[in-house]
Protein backbone atom coordinates (compact mmCIF):
# COMPACT_ATOMS: atom_id res chain seq x y z
CA UNK A 1 0.00 0.00 0.00
CA UNK A 2 1.70 3.60 -1.08
CA UNK A 3 1.36 6.38 1.20
CA UNK A 4 -1.11 8.28 -0.49
CA UNK A 5 -3.20 5.25 -0.50
CA UNK A 6 -3.10 4.52 2.98
CA UNK A 7 -3.33 8.34 4.01
CA UNK A 8 -6.48 8.76 2.10
CA UNK A 9 -9.15 7.73 4.40
CA UNK A 10 -7.03 9.46 7.32
CA UNK A 11 -7.56 13.14 5.25
CA UNK A 12 -11.63 12.45 5.00
CA UNK A 13 -12.06 12.62 8.97
CA UNK A 14 -12.90 15.57 10.75
CA UNK A 15 -10.93 14.55 13.74
CA UNK A 16 -7.75 14.70 11.92
CA UNK A 17 -8.38 17.64 9.20
CA UNK A 18 -5.86 19.98 9.69
CA UNK A 19 -2.60 17.47 10.98
CA UNK A 20 0.59 17.65 9.02
CA UNK A 21 1.07 14.82 6.71
CA UNK A 22 3.71 13.19 8.85
CA UNK A 23 1.53 12.98 11.81
CA UNK A 24 -0.92 11.52 9.52
CA UNK A 25 1.17 9.21 8.44
CA UNK A 26 2.18 8.11 11.44
CA UNK A 27 -1.03 7.73 12.73
CA UNK A 28 -2.09 5.51 10.07
CA UNK A 29 1.34 3.57 10.46
CA UNK A 30 0.48 2.78 13.55
CA UNK A 31 -2.94 1.52 12.82
CA UNK A 32 -4.75 -1.79 12.13
CA UNK A 33 -5.68 -2.79 9.19
CA UNK A 34 -8.56 -5.38 9.80
CA UNK A 35 -11.54 -6.95 7.66
CA UNK A 36 -14.84 -7.35 8.98
CA UNK A 37 -17.16 -9.78 7.19
CA UNK A 38 -20.64 -9.75 6.71
CA UNK A 39 -22.86 -9.98 10.36
CA UNK A 40 -19.54 -9.10 12.00
CA UNK A 41 -19.90 -6.76 15.05
CA UNK A 42 -17.72 -3.57 14.84
CA UNK A 43 -19.17 -2.59 18.19
CA UNK A 44 -21.55 -3.62 20.90
CA UNK A 45 -23.58 -0.77 23.02
CA UNK A 46 -22.12 -0.99 26.46
CA UNK A 47 -18.75 -2.31 26.06
CA UNK A 48 -15.74 -0.47 26.77
CA UNK A 49 -13.54 -0.70 23.80
CA UNK A 50 -10.09 0.61 23.39
CA UNK A 51 -10.14 1.59 19.82
CA UNK A 52 -11.46 3.71 17.29
CA UNK A 53 -12.62 2.18 13.97
CA UNK A 54 -12.18 4.17 10.68
CA UNK A 55 -14.17 2.44 8.00
CA UNK A 56 -12.77 2.54 4.12
CA UNK A 57 -14.69 0.25 2.69
CA UNK A 58 -18.09 -1.80 2.97
CA UNK A 59 -21.54 -1.35 4.27
CA UNK A 60 -21.52 -0.69 7.89
CA UNK A 61 -25.14 0.12 10.00
CA UNK A 62 -25.81 1.37 13.43
CA UNK A 63 -28.57 -0.91 14.74
CA UNK A 64 -31.10 -1.57 17.55
CA UNK A 65 -30.91 -5.35 17.63
CA UNK A 66 -28.15 -7.64 15.73
CA UNK A 67 -30.49 -9.10 13.47
CA UNK A 68 -32.28 -6.01 12.31
CA UNK A 69 -31.50 -5.68 8.55
CA UNK A 70 -32.03 -1.44 9.19
CA UNK A 71 -30.20 1.50 10.97
CA UNK A 72 -28.06 3.96 10.22
CA UNK A 73 -25.71 3.71 7.81
CA UNK A 74 -22.13 4.19 8.54
CA UNK A 75 -20.34 5.77 5.49
CA UNK A 76 -16.72 4.68 4.51
CA UNK A 77 -14.83 7.52 6.15
CA UNK A 78 -16.47 7.69 9.20
CA UNK A 79 -14.77 6.75 12.93
CA UNK A 80 -16.57 5.04 14.89
CA UNK A 81 -15.97 5.36 18.44
CA UNK A 82 -13.76 7.81 18.27
CA UNK A 83 -13.61 9.33 21.35
CA UNK A 84 -12.07 5.23 22.73
CA UNK A 85 -8.96 5.99 20.66
CA UNK A 86 -8.35 8.97 23.41
CA UNK A 87 -10.36 8.04 26.76
CA UNK A 88 -11.91 5.04 27.90
CA UNK A 89 -15.78 5.14 27.29
CA UNK A 90 -18.55 3.11 26.37
CA UNK A 91 -19.95 1.80 23.56
CA UNK A 92 -23.61 4.09 22.86
CA UNK A 93 -24.55 1.66 19.82
CA UNK A 94 -24.55 -1.52 18.14
CA UNK A 95 -22.46 -1.23 14.92
CA UNK A 96 -22.29 -4.41 12.49
CA UNK A 97 -20.63 -5.12 9.27
CA UNK A 98 -23.64 -5.46 6.20
CA UNK A 99 -21.07 -6.55 3.67
CA UNK A 100 -17.51 -7.15 3.79
CA UNK A 101 -15.86 -4.13 5.42
CA UNK A 102 -12.19 -2.96 4.99
CA UNK A 103 -11.01 -0.62 7.97
CA UNK A 104 -8.28 0.70 10.16
CA UNK A 105 -8.22 0.37 14.37
CA UNK A 106 -6.85 2.97 15.99
CA UNK A 107 -5.85 1.91 19.13
CA UNK A 108 -5.83 4.24 22.53
CA UNK A 109 -2.51 2.67 23.28
CA UNK A 110 -0.67 3.46 19.69
CA UNK A 111 -2.23 6.87 19.58
CA UNK A 112 -0.92 7.70 23.47
CA UNK A 113 2.39 6.34 22.47
CA UNK A 114 2.70 8.92 19.70
CA UNK A 115 0.92 11.82 21.82
CA UNK A 116 4.06 11.42 24.54
CA UNK A 117 6.48 11.64 21.76
CA UNK A 118 4.55 14.73 19.87
CA UNK A 119 2.94 17.38 22.29
CA UNK A 120 1.26 18.78 19.47
CA UNK A 121 -1.05 16.44 18.60
CA UNK A 122 -2.71 15.82 21.87
CA UNK A 123 -2.86 19.26 21.63
CA UNK A 124 -4.68 19.05 18.58
CA UNK A 125 -7.08 16.03 19.80
CA UNK A 126 -8.21 18.74 22.34
CA UNK A 127 -8.54 21.90 20.37
CA UNK A 128 -11.05 19.26 17.73
CA UNK A 129 -12.73 18.03 20.91
CA UNK A 130 -13.52 21.24 22.49
CA UNK A 131 -14.62 22.60 18.97
CA UNK A 132 -16.67 19.66 18.93
CA UNK A 133 -18.09 19.99 22.34
CA UNK A 134 -18.82 24.53 21.40
CA UNK A 135 -20.68 23.27 18.70
CA UNK A 136 -22.49 21.04 20.16
CA UNK A 137 -23.40 23.22 22.61
CA UNK A 138 -24.59 26.14 20.39
CA UNK A 139 -26.79 23.33 18.71
CA UNK A 140 -28.25 22.64 22.46
CA UNK A 141 -29.06 25.92 22.94
CA UNK A 142 -30.73 26.41 19.54
CA UNK A 143 -33.00 23.09 20.00
CA UNK A 144 -33.84 24.85 23.39
CA UNK A 145 -35.13 27.91 22.33
CA UNK A 146 -37.34 26.53 19.88
CA UNK A 147 -38.94 23.76 22.22
CA UNK A 148 -39.29 26.92 25.08
CA UNK A 149 -40.80 28.92 21.93
CA UNK A 150 -43.38 26.22 21.19
CA UNK A 151 -44.18 25.72 24.27
CA UNK A 152 -45.24 29.33 24.61
CA UNK A 153 -48.11 28.48 22.12
CA UNK A 154 -49.39 25.76 24.12
CA UNK A 155 -52.06 26.52 26.52
CA UNK A 156 -51.79 25.62 30.51
CA UNK A 157 -54.02 22.31 31.53
CA UNK A 158 -56.03 24.37 33.81
CA UNK A 159 -56.82 27.13 31.69
CA UNK A 160 -60.39 28.09 30.95
CA UNK A 161 -61.68 26.60 27.66
CA UNK A 162 -62.00 29.20 25.23
CA UNK A 163 -65.25 31.05 24.99
CA UNK A 164 -67.84 29.72 21.86
CA UNK A 165 -69.94 31.68 20.21
CA UNK A 166 -73.70 30.68 20.64
CA UNK A 167 -74.03 30.35 17.00
CA UNK A 168 -71.23 27.60 17.23
CA UNK A 169 -73.13 26.29 20.27
CA UNK A 170 -76.09 25.72 18.23
CA UNK A 171 -74.56 24.75 14.53
CA UNK A 172 -72.83 22.05 17.36
CA UNK A 173 -76.52 20.83 18.86
CA UNK A 174 -78.23 21.08 15.60
CA UNK A 175 -75.41 18.75 14.35
CA UNK A 176 -76.33 15.79 16.94
CA UNK A 177 -79.99 16.30 16.86
CA UNK A 178 -79.25 15.06 13.05
CA UNK A 179 -77.17 12.55 14.10
CA UNK A 180 -79.58 11.30 16.62
CA UNK A 181 -82.28 10.85 14.30
CA UNK A 182 -80.24 8.93 11.71
CA UNK A 183 -79.32 6.01 14.40
Known amino acids: MTTDSLLTPFTRVAMFDGLSGDRLER ?38 DRADETGDPV ?18 STVVARSSVRAFRITR ?14 DHFVAKISQRLSEMAVEMRRVDNALAASLEKIP ?28
Do not use: C, W, Y
Open 27 to 64: IAKSAERIVFQAGDVIQSEGDIPDAAILVVSGKVLIVD
Open 75 to 92: VAGSLVGELAMLIETRAV
Open 156 to 183: PQNAPAPAVSTQATQGRKASQIHLTHLH
Open 109 to 122: RNLRMLMETDASLA
